[in-house]
C-alpha cells in the first residue's frame, strides 16, 4: 500500500494569519492533533501540533524563568520562547521545515520517517500541493485489518477511491476516510457510526462497489464527533 490508498483527503487546514485561538477551536472542534498551514494555492508553508500551543500565556503556561537562568541564557533562545507563547498568528509559531511524502510513497517509507522524526502524521503533497495526510492510527488501521497484500494493491486503491465518491455523494452517513481501508478487497469499516442504519448503510455501499470480495465492519455505535463530513485525523 502506499499514501494515496491510506491518506486523508478532505483535511481540515489553516493559513498563516489564523490565530492562534481560532486554530485551538478547529483542533478541538475537529477532534485533530495538528494542522497543516496553507498559502491561497494549497502549498504547504507549514504546520502546527497540539505541542506547539502547549506553553502559552493565556493559560498561564509559558515557560518560567529565574533571573540567574536568563543570564545563561542567549537572547534568542528567550525571543523564541516568548514568540511562542505571546504571538497571535501562527505565521509566528507554526514548524516551517515540514516533513512530506509524495502520494506514491510506500507506508514503509512514511513509518521510517515518523519513527526516524518522532512525528504523528506526515502530509501528503502533489506536484507541491496539500493532497493529503497520513497519520499513526492509518497505519494501526492497516495492521488492524490485516495487512497490506502487494498483489492486490493495484485493485485496492480504485475501489476505496469509488467507495469514498459514492459515500461523499449520498452523504448519508459520517464517516471520516481514515475509517475506510481496502486490504485485498476486503474492506475494513472503522470509528464510530451515529446508528444501526448509518452502519448498514456504510456496508451496503461497500458491496455494492465492483471489485469488493467482503466487508468487515469494526465499527461503534456512538455520538458522532463534531465537524464536517471526511475531517482530518
Given at each position: 500500500?502506499?499514501?494515496?490508498?491510506?491518506m486523508t483527503s478532505q483535511i481540515v487546514t489553516a493559513t498563516p494569519q489564523t490565530t492562534v485561538q481560532d486554530a485551538a477551536k478547529l483542533m478541538i472542534n475537529n477532534r485533530i492533533s495538528g494542522l497543516p498551514i496553507v498559502d491561497e494555492d494549497r502549498q504547504?508553508?507549514?504546520?502546527?501540533t497540539e505541542g506547539d500551543l502547549l506553553r502559552r500565556a493565556e493559560t498561564g503556561t509559558e515557560r518560567q524563568r529565574s533571573s540567574w537562568s536568563e543570564w545563561f541564557s542567549p537572547n534568542s533562545r528567550l525571543a523564541?520562547?516568548?514568540i511562542k507563547s505571546h504571538a497571535r498568528r501562527l505565521a509566528d509559531i507554526m514548524t516551517r521545515d515540514?516533513?512530506?511524502v509524495g502520494q506514491l510513497a510506500t507506508l514503509g517509507e512514511i513509518a521510517d520517517l515518523m519513527e526516524a522524526r518522532s512525528i504523528k502524521r506526515v502530509p501528503v503533497l502533489h506536484d507541491g500541493k496539500l493532497a493529503g495526510i497520513v497519520s499513526r492510527a492509518d497505519l494501526l488501521r492497516v495492521?488492524?485489518?490485516?495487512?497490506?497484500n502487494s498483489s492486490e494493491d493495484d485493485r485496492d486503491g480504485p475501489i476505496r477511491s469509488r467507495l469514498?465518491?459514492?459515500?461523499?455523494?449520498?452523504?448519508?452517513?459520517?464517516?471520516?476516510?481514515?475509517?475506510?481501508?481496502?486490504?485485498?478487497?476486503?474492506?475494513?469499516?472503522?470509528g464510530v457510526v451515529g446508528s444501526e442504519e448509518?452502519?448498514?448503510?456504510?456496508?451496503?455501499?461497500?458491496?455494492?462497489?465492483?471489485?469488493v470480495r467482503g466487508v468487515e465492519d469494526h465499527s461503534v455505535t456512538g455520538p458522532l464527533r463534531p465537524g464536517p463530513l471526511f475531517p482530518a485525523i
Open positions: 500500500m502506499r499514501a494515496i490508498d491510506v504547504l508553508v507549514g504546520i502546527i523564541g520562547e516568548y515540514v516533513v512530506s495492521l488492524a485489518s490485516g495487512g497490506a469514498l465518491a459514492e459515500l461523499r455523494k449520498q452523504r448519508c452517513v459520517n464517516c471520516s476516510e481514515s475509517e475506510i481501508v481496502v486490504s485485498d478487497g476486503i474492506v475494513h469499516l472503522w448509518e452502519r448498514r448503510a456504510l456496508r451496503v455501499a461497500a458491496e455494492n462497489i465492483p471489485g
